[in-house]
């Protein structure tokens, strides 16, 4: 682990950074106007694993800041990030910084409110010890840091402590997502309509680290999705499992080539009952 006070300036830097990369994505308002969607021909729009799995200038300009602040205060942590891969640095300390300058780019492009800018950071032992999401748009910051408490804060207000979800399942709303391929999309769609049988409703916001910090505050119950990305996680459930939240992170990084279930709090089913049955860790 790490010792009290250099956890915190690790905190103040994974702040400073999502900061940064937050900044960017406000500069989506002059971009488009009143919400609206960008223009499909501009801010390089492209697309990735399908045609609504899209990237834009955004993200790379976000990460690009991201990466900066982190390399400046910390040259010798490997940092790991969604558009620009995992570095190479010379004499690692074996921290590891985990990053997604931009969860949520379909809302994004879309003019939908949801998104913003995640950084968490594991430890050389593995565990991961924070996390920072920052969303733009709703003018909201949630944070933590092992053993320092999970706190958030809107519109610059006073900082509030996170108590995670109260009440009964039955009468909670489950969050979840869905990916791209046809295929699992399918599967995901039957998974999920076995979990809604415990709670009272389902919301799909489309950017798991918002949803995650949600459900530390309480504003959603549970969590689940399936063949989501390290850095999707990373930030969210260092925030949530320092509330008290169940977490279980998914066994690889790499939800693509090997996806595995994102669980964060109780969803009213073990885990042997999920479709596809979760990897054993």
Known sequence: MTDTDLLKKLLGIAHEAAAAGAAVLAERDAAAPAGQPLDRN??????????????????????DEVRSVISRHRPHDVISGEEHGTTDVPDPTGYRWSIDPLDGTTNFVRGIVYYGT??????PDGQWIAGVVVAPAIKKEW?????????TTRNG??????????????????????GYDPERKAQQVRSVATMNDYFGNIRRLGAAALDICMVAEGTQDAYAEYGIQEHDWAAGAVIAEEVGV???????ADGATAPDWCIIGNIGMTLNELEPTPTQV
Not at 42 to 63: L, N, P, Y
Not at 246 to 252: E, F, G
């Open 157 to 178: 207000s006073d900082p509030v402590q996170l108590t995670g979800p109260q009440g009964a399942i039955s009468s909670g709303i489950l969050a979840t997502g869905f």
């Open 246 to 252: 169940p977490v279980r992170r998914p066994a690889s």
């Open 118 to 123: 995640s950084v968490g950071l594991q430890a």
């Open 143 to 151: 944070w933590a840091a092992k053993g320092l408490g999970a706190f």
């Open 42 to 63: 501009g801010h390089g729009i492209t697309t990735k694993s399908s045609e609504s799995d899209f990237v834009t200038d955004f993200d790379k300009r976000a990460e």
